[in-house]
């Protein structure tokens, strides 16, 4: 068995942290097929992935995993620059090709004006029909309708449940009354089936397309839904979360955003297929909850945008 | 009766969660399954479905829970909770119950006779796995799709050049010596040997012979995109002149939708040298080309079964077009059927879980009436010209706009369940379906057809109209799911079940005829 583990790519923030902290002490959190959460004294996750999943904030991509996955959850393991200590064994990190992968969002780019905002919205929405029911887009149907008309045919139970307060939600935000909308994101956050749930997915999307369009009280309104996220959600989605506020986001999740947010000739069908392909149906209420945060973006206005923060 | 199984600090992730609790509702007595994590709101969902119990109390969000409410007569949460746990090991089991070489040299090291890889990563990764593989001297299937044609001419001319088989890439079945490789059937070893560039047509093929009293020596997938003018028919041709070489085999059966006509050409001049007989059927192809290439054209894939076995028996080899019933009888069961509906019933419906039977519906049935799909015949009957909501459709529900994030409808019936539900109403007159058995299928996919039936029957049933169902299975009786029992589940809830596909789109299309014009 080779102790060299190849590493295809590091997220940037990990490389910081690595280069300036390391080693770092951690304990197994959570192995997955793909995927291995490392847990940091301060709850922050390290997830280690195989070639099969995507790069996510402090993420580590190797060629595989398969030499990791035998140890058991709570395991010690320390994560340095240039190595890896799990369960006893030792394994040096060949980083000599690796990609240095930043999450967040390249914000030098021609952000798109209000009706490309709307036009990309309708695109978006587009694609989300295209590709039928899956998670919180069976609601697609219902935005715009009053609660009485709504009526939920063919819903699901989790999205029966939570549609009205999820409207309600989105209503508050479009209208920029911000203290309302994080009182009820408590009604929200760690909803859904998943890991990951559905609702913070959706939330993750909205978080981060407010710091993309330079929101004025998008830090505040962020840093409040995460404060309200701890204890209500799990960790590894209250780490999402915690990234999402600074616009840190998964690859296929970045992308898309950007496609969303910037003048870009990117091709959407690609980049949401790739969105959609992560967890059983976090891409889609990802897509689902950029779909809302553009749709509020192009019903506020500067005046409102001020909004009723103090 | 409700109850609640807790895992304090336990993780699943979310796709094996929805596969699983979607079977745990499956069970006798279950009514609601909720399984996830105890997240604050999800706990108060529990509460708001009154299915609450003292198990959940304390648990934060890192815990799991499963709660069900079910009949405790039918079953019990000891038996909810194995359930869950084996399909859990089920899944797990494919990754911890033996040894899994984490690379392609670690496995040629575990096993150093092998000879054949089969690779199903997702589709950016696989064409350096086949390159590895061609060059460790390994013939590929290759199940993966998304794979570049590029990369597909570039990995069938290496493998060509190497004498080795590149089977795919989006290749769904081969039978290899006698192994089953992805989705196929269990067929008796024989003389017969396919070469197919459509999985569900190799399979209804082969399946048909079996029935026929024929056997395999070798089945041979392509991937369907070989007969296009840009790879050229590399992995067909390669695949026919292993067949001509191969000792057991006697017959050669070609299977394909229409190939681009310089690569018919060069199958065509390929058969006519081969010393052993040929039959063709290429959905469609022209069928003077493949006579005077001195080879046997098909007008179905239950006709080239027949021709293949005729050929081996020595036995006179003639067309097979009909249904397998005395007209007076089969008038009888298309009077009775047309008899059950209401004069405002005059859709037809198809919904195929494999791609290539669709195409020989949609090729049979398209010469009597208009039929839009997913999978037009031509591009102004795409399902997107369909104006309004009604009309005769037929759908491929295995292609990737349906099964993006969930399984193949031969794995799992629920994407086809829904269409039951949601296209299937009060103008529906008539409904086509396939069942594949196999390796690969779902464990009951006739089951899942005669409960969505069922619930079709009731629903019109409201409204004082019913329907007519036709089905066909594509298996035989040495499959893991049994083909009398299929049968006997689909007769029990009235459907029409007919011994092919062909014959399946012929008797739907008598009944249409009858439903359209009274004839």
């Given at each position: 068995m080779s102790n060299v583990l190849k590493v295809v790519t590091i997220a940037s923030d990990l490389h910081s942290l690595l280069t300036?902290?390391?080693?770092?002490?951690?304990?197994?959190?959570?192995?997955?097929?793909?995927?291995?959460?490392?847990?940091?004294d301060d709850s922050r996750l390290i997830t280690l992935l195989d070639k099969h999943r995507q790069i996510v904030p402090l993420g580590i991509q190797f060629a595989s995993l398969e030499n990791l996955r035998s140890v058991e959850k709570d395991s010690k393991v320390i994560i340095e620059a240039d190595g890896i200590t799990i369960a006893g064994l030792s394994y040096q990190l060949d980083t000599c090709s690796a990609e240095v992968w930043d999450p967040t969002l390249p914000l030098s780019r021609k952000p798109r004006s209000a009706d490309s905002l709307q036009n990309a919205a309708e695109q978006l929405e587009a694609f989300m029909r295209s590709k039928g029911s899956n998670g919180l887009t069976d609601l697609?149907?219902?935005?715009?309708?009053?609660?009485?008309?709504?009526?939920?045919?063919?819903?699901?139970?989790?999205?029966?449940?939570?549609?009205?307060?999820?409207?309600?939600?989105?209503e508050l935000l479009a209208a920029s009354n911000w203290k309302a909308a994080v009182l009820q994101s408590k009604k929200i956050i760690g909803f859904g089936p998943g890991l990951t749930p559905a609702c913070d997915d959706f939330l993750a999307a909205i978080m981060s397309v407010l710091v993309a369009c330079d929101i004025p009280y998008a830090p505040s309104f962020n840093s409040q839904i995460v404060s309200m996220a701890a204890g209500r959600t799990t960790s590894v989605s209250l780490n999402m979360l915690t990234h999402a506020v600074e616009g840190r986001l998964p690859r296929p999740y970045q992308q898309l955003l950007a496609w969303a947010v910037f003048e870009t000739d990117l091709d959407l069908e690609a980049i949401a297929e790739a969105a959609y392909a992560v967890g059983s149906s976090s891409g889609a209420d990802f897509s689902f909850g950029l779909f809302c945060g553009l749709r509020i973006l192009s019903r506020m206005d500067e005046t409102i945008m001020e909004g009723e923060f103090a | 009766m409700i109850k609640s199984v807790i895992r304090k600090n336990a993780y699943y992730d979310s796709v094996t969660l929805m596969l699983i609790s979607r079977e745990l509702s499956k069970m006798p007595g279950v009514e609601e399954v909720l399984a996830g994590m105890a997240t604050e709101l999800n706990l108060e969902l529990v509460e708001n479905l009154k299915m609450v119990t003292p198990e959940l109390d304390g648990l934060g969000p890192n815990d799991f829970f499963i709660s069900a409410k079910f009949d405790e007569t039918q079953t019990s949460i000891e038996a909810l909770e194995k359930k869950f746990f084996e399909l859990l090991n089920d899944k797990k089991s494919h990754s911890d119950g033996q040894y899994q070489p984490p690379t392609l040299s670690s496995a040629l090291n575990h096993l150093p006779g092998a000879n054949l890889a089969q690779i199903s990563v997702p589709g950016k990764y696989a064409a350096a796995e086949v390159e590895d593989a061609l060059d460790a001297g390994l013939h590929v299937m290759l199940f993966s799709d998304n794979v570049s044609i590029e990369d597909e001419l570039r990995l069938k001319q290496k493998a060509v050049e190497k004498g080795l088989l590149m089977m795919g890439p989006d290749c769904g079945t081969a039978i290899i010596n006698g192994v089953p490789l992805c989705f196929a059937n269990a067929i008796r070893h024989g003389k017969i040997g396919v070469v197919g560039?459509?999985?569900t047509g190799t399979q209804e093929v082969t399946t048909q012979l079996h029935k026929m009293g024929g056997g395999l020596s070798q089945v041979i997938g392509t991937g369907g995109r070989d007969l296009s003018e840009a790879i050229g028919g590399l992995m067909m041709i390669q695949g026919i002149e292993a067949l001509i070489a191969d000792p057991e085999t006697e017959v050669i059966v070609l299977i394909s939708k229409p190939p681009s006509p310089s690569v018919a050409d060069k199958i065509y001049a390929i058969a006519?040298?081969?010393?052993?007989?040929?039959?063709?059927?290429?959905?469609?192809?022209?069928?003077?080309?493949?006579?005077a290439a001195g080879a046997y054209p098909c007008l179905s894939f239950e006709d080239a079964a027949a021709k293949a076995v005729a050929l081996l028996k020595g036995e006179k080899v003639k067309d097979i077009d009909g249904i397998n019933l005395p007209e007076t009888e089969l008038e009888a069961i298309i009077d009775k059927a047309v008899a059950t509906l209401k004069p405002d019933q005059t859709d037809f419906l198809g919904l195929y879980t494999g791609g290539t039977l669709a195409d020989e519906a949609m090729k049979y049935l398209g010469e009597?009436?208009?039929?839009?799909?997913?999978?037009?015949?031509?591009?102004?009957?795409a399902i997107e010209h369909l104006e309004g909501v009604h009309g005769n459709i037929c759908l491929d529900l295995g292609e990737d706009q349906f099964t993006q994030g969930r399984p193949h409808?031969?794995?799992?019936?629920?994407?086809?369940?829904?269409?039951?539900?949601?296209?299937?109403?009060?103008k529906t007159a008539v409904l086509l379906v396939d069942v594949v058995l196999g390796y690969g299928s779902h464990e009951d996919p006739a089951g899942a057809v005669a409960d969505s039936v069922a619930e079709i029957r009731q629903r019109l049933g409201k409204v004082g109209k019913q329907i007519v169902v036709v089905a066909s299975i594509t298996g035989t009786e040495l499959d893991p799911q049994d083909l009398a029992s299929s049968t006997r589940k689909l007769e029990e809830q009235g459907i029409l079940v007919m011994p092919s596909n062909a014959q399946a789109v012929r008797l739907a299309d008598r009944i249409m005829q009858k439903v359209l014009k009274g004839v």
């Amino acid at each position: 068995m080779s102790n060299v583990l190849k590493v295809v790519t590091i997220a940037s923030d990990l490389h910081s942290l690595l280069t300036k902290s390391s080693p770092l002490q951690t304990r197994l959190h959570s192995v997955f097929d793909h995927a291995i959460n490392l847990e940091l004294d301060d709850s922050r996750l390290i997830t280690l992935l195989d070639k099969h999943r995507q790069i996510v904030p402090l993420g580590i991509q190797f060629a595989s995993l398969e030499n990791l996955r035998s140890v058991e959850k709570d395991s010690k393991v320390i994560i340095e620059a240039d190595g890896i200590t799990i369960a006893g064994l030792s394994y040096q990190l060949d980083t000599c090709s690796a990609e240095v992968w930043d999450p967040t969002l390249p914000l030098s780019r021609k952000p798109r004006s209000a009706d490309s905002l709307q036009n990309a919205a309708e695109q978006l929405e587009a694609f989300m029909r295209s590709k039928g029911s899956n998670g919180l887009t069976d609601l697609l149907s219902h935005i715009g309708e009053s609660q009485e008309e709504q009526g939920m045919v063919g819903a699901n139970l989790y999205n029966e449940f939570i549609a009205d307060t999820l409207f309600d939600f989105i209503e508050l935000l479009a209208a920029s009354n911000w203290k309302a909308a994080v009182l009820q994101s408590k009604k929200i956050i760690g909803f859904g089936p998943g890991l990951t749930p559905a609702c913070d997915d959706f939330l993750a999307a909205i978080m981060s397309v407010l710091v993309a369009c330079d929101i004025p009280y998008a830090p505040s309104f962020n840093s409040q839904i995460v404060s309200m996220a701890a204890g209500r959600t799990t960790s590894v989605s209250l780490n999402m979360l915690t990234h999402a506020v600074e616009g840190r986001l998964p690859r296929p999740y970045q992308q898309l955003l950007a496609w969303a947010v910037f003048e870009t000739d990117l091709d959407l069908e690609a980049i949401a297929e790739a969105a959609y392909a992560v967890g059983s149906s976090s891409g889609a209420d990802f897509s689902f909850g950029l779909f809302c945060g553009l749709r509020i973006l192009s019903r506020m206005d500067e005046t409102i945008m001020e909004g009723e923060f103090a | 009766m409700i109850k609640s199984v807790i895992r304090k600090n336990a993780y699943y992730d979310s796709v094996t969660l929805m596969l699983i609790s979607r079977e745990l509702s499956k069970m006798p007595g279950v009514e609601e399954v909720l399984a996830g994590m105890a997240t604050e709101l999800n706990l108060e969902l529990v509460e708001n479905l009154k299915m609450v119990t003292p198990e959940l109390d304390g648990l934060g969000p890192n815990d799991f829970f499963i709660s069900a409410k079910f009949d405790e007569t039918q079953t019990s949460i000891e038996a909810l909770e194995k359930k869950f746990f084996e399909l859990l090991n089920d899944k797990k089991s494919h990754s911890d119950g033996q040894y899994q070489p984490p690379t392609l040299s670690s496995a040629l090291n575990h096993l150093p006779g092998a000879n054949l890889a089969q690779i199903s990563v997702p589709g950016k990764y696989a064409a350096a796995e086949v390159e590895d593989a061609l060059d460790a001297g390994l013939h590929v299937m290759l199940f993966s799709d998304n794979v570049s044609i590029e990369d597909e001419l570039r990995l069938k001319q290496k493998a060509v050049e190497k004498g080795l088989l590149m089977m795919g890439p989006d290749c769904g079945t081969a039978i290899i010596n006698g192994v089953p490789l992805c989705f196929a059937n269990a067929i008796r070893h024989g003389k017969i040997g396919v070469v197919g560039a459509s999985g569900t047509g190799t399979q209804e093929v082969t399946t048909q012979l079996h029935k026929m009293g024929g056997g395999l020596s070798q089945v041979i997938g392509t991937g369907g995109r070989d007969l296009s003018e840009a790879i050229g028919g590399l992995m067909m041709i390669q695949g026919i002149e292993a067949l001509i070489a191969d000792p057991e085999t006697e017959v050669i059966v070609l299977i394909s939708k229409p190939p681009s006509p310089s690569v018919a050409d060069k199958i065509y001049a390929i058969a006519k040298s081969s010393p052993k007989p040929v039959v063709i059927d290429f959905i469609g192809g022209n069928a003077e080309a493949i006579r005077a290439a001195g080879a046997y054209p098909c007008l179905s894939f239950e006709d080239a079964a027949a021709k293949a076995v005729a050929l081996l028996k020595g036995e006179k080899v003639k067309d097979i077009d009909g249904i397998n019933l005395p007209e007076t009888e089969l008038e009888a069961i298309i009077d009775k059927a047309v008899a059950t509906l209401k004069p405002d019933q005059t859709d037809f419906l198809g919904l195929y879980t494999g791609g290539t039977l669709a195409d020989e519906a949609m090729k049979y049935l398209g010469e009597s009436f208009p039929i839009y799909s997913n999978i037009p015949l031509s591009p102004e009957m795409a399902i997107e010209h369909l104006e309004g909501v009604h009309g005769n459709i037929c759908l491929d529900l295995g292609e990737d706009q349906f099964t993006q994030g969930r399984p193949h409808p031969m794995i799992d019936p629920q994407t086809r369940t829904e269409f039951f539900v949601s296209h299937v109403d009060e103008k529906t007159a008539v409904l086509l379906v396939d069942v594949v058995l196999g390796y690969g299928s779902h464990e009951d996919p006739a089951g899942a057809v005669a409960d969505s039936v069922a619930e079709i029957r009731q629903r019109l049933g409201k409204v004082g109209k019913q329907i007519v169902v036709v089905a066909s299975i594509t298996g035989t009786e040495l499959d893991p799911q049994d083909l009398a029992s299929s049968t006997r589940k689909l007769e029990e809830q009235g459907i029409l079940v007919m011994p092919s596909n062909a014959q399946a789109v012929r008797l739907a299309d008598r009944i249409m005829q009858k439903v359209l014009k009274g004839v």
